[in-house]
């Protein structure tokens, strides 16, 4: 039996909010860090008999900003996990990064903490756009961090992008792109690069309804989608998930276990788990998260227990998100079933259109079934 379990931290810490960001993460709560990450290794002690029984193969720090606070927290979290560490069995421990934020000291106290992996937030290459979306730093802050990276020793760096983004034309996306495979000598291994989605309530959607700022029209992104996939892709940027592109051998090991529905435990405000059959996450709000964890009350807030079906309608929505697709060899070992005998009018009806086809035992999304991904979930829902 597969023993390994991933690890997530969720720091929700930011300088400052950037317009389109829905993510759990606040700006102007300094008060709140020192007891913050005290109470999330407390957390993570309270479990102290589970995470004994498992391996922990991948930790992701992730937020919010992790490099925004001091990097001693990061070692205080890392120290604590480590108490179930064996030797051998991590394999990547990756921290988000914003430029801005990061000095050499910190990525050398990561380093010397075990971070083997680290994850920098660009979006765009383009101040003017930067500033348009609320980020609190221009491109040459994200080159300093990128040579600082270097410099410290890391080899192994992943990329944010967003696309599309206000006020930018095709000729300057294309540039990006450009720019973005240009740092494959600088280790940038792995590049992540999503749509941008609109949250409610976020002052993007204000703008852009507002007519403050606009989107390029479908066409436009479309042709964007192309160059992107077609630059990455001929560049050895292999495509392994719908956003996500890699050198061989630099997939995320971490995300890798999100979409083949592997255990993960998260601590933290607002951290997601899938446990024992359960995916379940934790309080939103810092301050009732610190204080519960204090007057040892419970910090979960929504709990899920999937039933077999429900568990297998996840396992191929989720596999069906890697360019490599569903393996029936392996969806039969965990289900004692065949993938066909449960799901067969649903995979019939998207292969009749076009969307999935079945190919040397793996399930997976055609070309056209990757743009329009949604209607093949809807599928499963
Ligand atoms: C957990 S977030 C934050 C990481 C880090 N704080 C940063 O800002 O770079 C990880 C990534 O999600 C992406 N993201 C956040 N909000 C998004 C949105 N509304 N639409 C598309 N991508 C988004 C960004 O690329 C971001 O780097
Ligand atoms: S820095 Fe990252 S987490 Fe913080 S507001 Fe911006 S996108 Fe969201």
Same mark, same amino acid.
């Given at each position: ?7 997530? *931290?969720? *720091? $929700? ?7 389109? @960001? ?18 999330? @290794? =407390? ?22 900003? $992790?490099?925004? *606070? ?12 480590? /108490?179930?560490? %064996? ?8 921290? =988000?990064?914003? $430029?801005? %934020? ?35 730093? +221009?491109?040459?802050?994200? =080159? ?19 696309? $599309? ?23 940038? +291994? ?16 204000? /703008?852009? +309804?507002?007519?403050?700022? %606009? ?25 392994? =998930? ?14 890798? +276990? ?40 419970? !910090?979960?807030?929504? @709990? ?42 649903? *995979? ?32 499963? !829902?």
């Amino acid at each position: 039996m597969n023993n390994d379990i991933g690890v997530y *931290i969720h *720091i $929700p810490f930011c300088l400052s909010k950037c317009y389109y @960001c829905d993510f759990a993460s606040f700006a102007n709560c300094e008060a709140l860090i020192e007891p913050y990450i005290d109470a999330l @290794c =407390e957390e993570i002690l309270k479990n102290s008999e589970i995470l004994s029984q498992y391996n922990i193969s991948t930790i992701y720090i992730g937020g919010g900003t $992790p490099s925004y *606070i001091d990097a001693k927290y990061i070692v205080q979290i890392l120290d604590t996990l480590k /108490l179930f560490i %064996s030797s051998n069995s991590l394999k990547e421990v990756t921290i =988000e990064v914003n $430029p801005n %934020s990061i000095t050499k000291e910190k990525l050398e106290m990561y380093k010397e903490a075990g971070v083997n992996r680290l994850s920098i937030g660009l979006q765009s290459t383009y101040d003017k756009v930067l500033k348009m979306i609320g980020r609190a730093h +221009k491109l040459k802050d994200f =080159e300093e961090t990128l040579n600082l990276a270097n410099e410290v020793g890391f080899s192994n760096i992943s990329l944010d992008l967003i696309y $599309p983004l206000p006020d930018l034309s095709l000729e300057e996306f294309k540039n990006t792109v450009d720019y973005a495979i240009s740092l494959k000598e600088k280790n940038i +291994k792995h590049i992540s690069i999503y749509n941008l989605e609109i949250h409610e309530n976020t002052k993007l959607a204000f /703008l852009l +309804k507002e007519g403050y700022i %606009s989107l390029v029209d479908e066409d436009t992104e479309y042709e964007m989608y192309k160059y992107l996939k077609d630059t990455f892709e001929t560049n050895e940027y292999h495509r392994y =998930e719908i956003s996500n592109y890699a050198l061989k051998g630099y997939e995320s090991i971490h995300n890798l +276990k999100y979409w083949n529905q592997e255990q993960y435990l998260g601590f933290g405000s607002s951290a997601a788990s899938f446990f024992g059959g359960r995916r379940y996450s934790n309080l939103k709000d810092v301050r009732e998260y610190i204080n519960n964890i204090k007057s040892n009350k419970s !910090v979960r807030s929504e @709990c899920e227990e999937l039933d077999l079906l429900a568990l297998m309608k996840e396992y191929v929505m989720l596999n069906l998100r890697k360019t490599e697709g569903l393996d029936k060899t392996k969806f039969k070992r965990k289900y004692q079933k065949d993938v066909y005998d449960i799901f067969s009018e649903e *995979i019939n009806e998207l292969v009749k259109d076009g969307l999935i086809k079945d190919e040397k035992g793996h399930i997976m999304l055609t070309d056209r079934g990757l743009e329009v991904a949604n209607l093949v979930w809807e599928k499963f !829902v």
